[in-house]
């Protein structure tokens, strides 16, 4: 069985960005990775058709296909493209969902879906961070027993 491959549809230039990401981290994942950037004022139509090349080229027996919006025009031009077996569609693309999806690529196209959504889910969250110019300076013989405790 060949890995899964990966095409991700979205608005001018974020597909063809997030692709050069990935290349970035995993050089060799060129020929599995693909992306469709859906132009201003392209018709449907012709993002579609070039969805349906782009498909064909990657010559896999699964494709995971990522788009960026759920109900913009590259998510609905991906509905129209997958078949739901041999090709799955996640929209909300972003770059932990890509890595995660490229690093499995080699599992059965069930396990690559899940572990993208867990990806891009897991890849969201708030970081706190506290500038040294906004911290509190301490006196050295201050010995505040609960200041381990934050």
């Known amino acids: 069985m060949s890995p899964t491959s990966i095409l991700i549809i979205a608005h ?3 597909a063809h960005a997030l692709r050069e990401c990935a290349l970035h981290v995993f050089a ?3 020929d599995s990775v693909a992306a469709l950037d859906v132009q201003p004022n392209q018709p449907p139509e012709e993002s579609l058709a070039q969805a349906r ?11 995971l296909v990522l788009t960026d919006v759920f109900g913009a025009t590259p998510c609905n031009v991906a509905q ?14 972003n770059l932990p969902m890509l890595l995660r999806a490229v690093s499995y690529r080699a599992e059965p196209l069930d396990s690559v879906v899940s572990r993208a959504v867990v990806g891009g889910t897991q890849g969201v969250m708030q970081v706190a961070i506290s500038a040294p110019q906004n911290q509190n300076r301490r006196n050295r013989h201050d010995q505040d027993p609960y200041d381990h405790q934050q």
């Open 80 to 93: 129209r493209l997958v078949d739901g077996v041999r090709t799955r569609l996640v929209t909300g693309a």
């Open 53 to 63: 090349i782009l498909l064909e080229q990657l010559g896999t027996d699964s494709t």
């Open 12 to 14: 001018a230039p974020l």
């Open 28 to 30: 060799d994942c060129g």
